[in-house]
């Protein structure tokens, strides 16, 4: 294959950009870059221990004043620097569409010339080895058949080979002239992002996330990332398609969405606290006995008038007397406060022994059940005070819609403020950045300087936070007793495995666990709404929970 030499002009060689480059750099030194410099230099003077505190902020006043110097500096230049840069990226988008399309067009024809010469290249292989395989006939004709055999096995097996090597090396090529096109586009981004000081576009950032997923997508990838969820999407197809054939009306009303997210409500809860535990590679068991133990709490506490059960023998309580405020918030902080106990007690023998979560927190579920049906005798606590049940699980009435009553499920709000919470954990803060660490590599986290004994500990408690909250709230669902939550802890888990957070550990996102809740949720609702056997539905949710481990495991496997 004859080799392309003809050479194209790069950005940085244009004369005009570096004009533009330079311009730009020196309006931007003794302001915005002067900023930024003062401020990783405080940044750095603040975490340096061996600097006294009288030098300490004697420097750190002085780069203050320098700062503000700066912004004088920045704020006189602000219109300049944003005519020239708008300017200078005007130019860069004209310069880099003729880079672009000389480096597609070259690369193009690299492509061209690669497969033609591996279709020459293939057949001539297979010309070759036809005629070898035809001489090893004729030179071994009334021989040895076992020798025939044998001779012929060997030259299909190089034949193979050298058809393997082929078309490695022809790929090879094509991933090459794949990536020389897509670096003229990232380099042009780039020069943009420069010249900007590096703020970014959103089209420029929409089209690079396309031509990325373009570059890199392959039909076995996307269907072992997304095959789950295309099955899954086509399960609920099928049950919106046959809810009114079966006679049980439309299954997309609002009224079923807004039930299904009342229902989603309580156990994204449980989801968001097992998410840390499954992203440090571990699980918990006790969940469901977490939920027990904190709505029996709440149950009793907000029960109207004298409860009806007697704990550990203890005489009954009213707490009635107390103002509902104090009661409600009483009642949540028990609620977390014992779930935190428990599931810090489970955390420090995992962290401190090395002990596998699986055992430390199945020790936890057998220590709650056996308190809670000792303690109650399995007897349910009774209904919450009506009004409080009605002011924070209650309903919003909307109004009628499309000869339907709407009403917005108050539930609905506080599992969306865990979200944004335990997002914010996860991605802006040094607690989470050290949960994926530890999770990825525990001990290249321990190396790095990070406790991976109280990043734990910290999960493990974060979860019983989550948890204390959500029993908090299930509550209000339904009656409350030592038998309440039970198989939570298999939902919780499954909606976080199929919201793509890998047992493996240090992979995964907030966002999927909580879009996990939401779909396990609607195919419970579903097979419910379509009558289907609550037994059998067990089984659907066995072989989602299957197919979404093996197809971590896959992905795992794939990426070692």
């Not at 031509?211 to 996307?222: A, G, I, L, M, Q």
Request: overall charge positive; hydrophobic content about 45%; glycine content about 8%.
């Amino acid at each position: 294959m004859a080799d392309i030499k003809e050479r194209i002009a790069t950005l940085e060689e244009d004369r005009k950009i570096q004009e533009y480059t330079e311009k730009l750099r020196a309006l931007r030194a003794d302001g915005v870059t002067r900023i930024n410099d003062c401020r990783i230099e405080i940044a750095s003077i603040r975490k340096n221990k061996l600097i006294d505190q009288e030098e300490r902020n004697m420097r750190i006043r002085s780069l203050e004043a320098e700062i503000e110097k700066a912004k004088e500096v920045a704020a006189a230049n602000k219109a300049e620097i944003a005519a020239l840069s708008k300017e200078a990226v005007k130019y860069v988008n004209s310069v880099s569409k003729e880079i672009e399309k000389a480096v597609n067009e070259k690369q193009n024809r690299k492509m061209a010339g690669a497969k033609d010469f591996y279709e020459k290249e293939v057949a001539q292989i297979k010309a070759n080895a036809a005629e070898r395989e035809e001489e090893t006939k004729n030179r071994l004709a009334g021989g040895d058949p076992q020798m025939l055999k044998s001779e012929i096995e060997i030259c299909r097996y190089e034949l193979k080979s050298a058809l393997y090597d082929s078309k490695a090396r022809y790929k090879d090529q094509l991933d090459k002239a794949k990536a020389a096109k897509h670096q003229a586009f990232v380099d042009h981004i780039q020069k943009n992002r420069e010249l900007r000081n590096g703020k970014s576009a959103f089209g420029e950032d929409m089209q690079m996330k396309w031509k990325n997923f373009v570059r890199n997508f392959t039909p076995s990838s996307f269907f072992l990332a997304n095959g789950l969820y295309i099955a899954i999407i086509i399960f609920f197809i099928v049950c919106i398609i046959a809810a009114p054939l079966m006679g049980s009306g439309n299954l997309l009303s609002l009224p079923n969405i807004l039930t299904i997210l009342e229902q989603a409500s309580t156990r994204m809860f449980y989801a968001l606290g097992v998410a840390g535990l499954i992203l440090l590679a571990g699980t918990d068991l006790s969940i469901g006995r977490m939920v027990a133990l904190g709505s029996v709490t709440t149950g009793l506490i907000l029960h109207p008038g004298m409860n009806i059960v007697s704990l550990f023998g203890f005489p009954t309580w009213d707490f009635t007397p107390l103002p509902m405020g104090v009661r409600v918030l009483m009642a949540l902080l028990l609620a977390v406060v014992l779930c935190v106990f428990f599931s810090a007690v489970a955390g420090f023998f995992t962290a401190r022994f090395k002990m596998h979560p699986f055992i430390s927190t199945m020790a936890n579920q057998l220590i709650i059940y056996g308190m809670l049906f000792y303690g109650t005798s399995g007897t349910p606590v009774g209904s919450i005070d009506s009004e409080i049940r009605s002011l924070i699980g209650g309903r919003w009435t909307l109004g009628v819609l499309n000869g339907q009553y709407i009403t917005f499920p108050k539930l609905i709000i506080p599992a969306v403020i865990a979200i944004i919470i335990a997002w914010i954990i996860w991605n802006k803060t040094t607690f989470g950045k050290n949960m994926y660490a530890v999770g990825g590599n525990a001990e290249a986290a321990a190396v790095s300087g990070i406790s991976v004994f109280w990043v734990t500990v910290g999960v493990f408690i974060m979860a019983g936070v989550f948890y204390g909250c959500g029993s908090f709230l299930e509550a209000f669902r339904a009656n409350a007793s030592a038998g309440t939550g039970q198989g939570y802890e298999m939902d919780a888990i499954a909606a976080c495995v199929v919201g793509g957070i890998s047992f493996n550990g240090g992979i995964g996102k907030i966002g999927g666990a909580a879009i996990g809740v939401v779909i396990f949720t609607s195919l419970t609702y579903c097979l419910t709404f379509l009558g289907i056997d609550t037994n059998l539905q067990f089984v659907f949710k066995g072989f989602i929970i299957l197919a979404a481990v093996s197809l971590d495991s896959i992905k795992y496997l794939k990426k070692k």
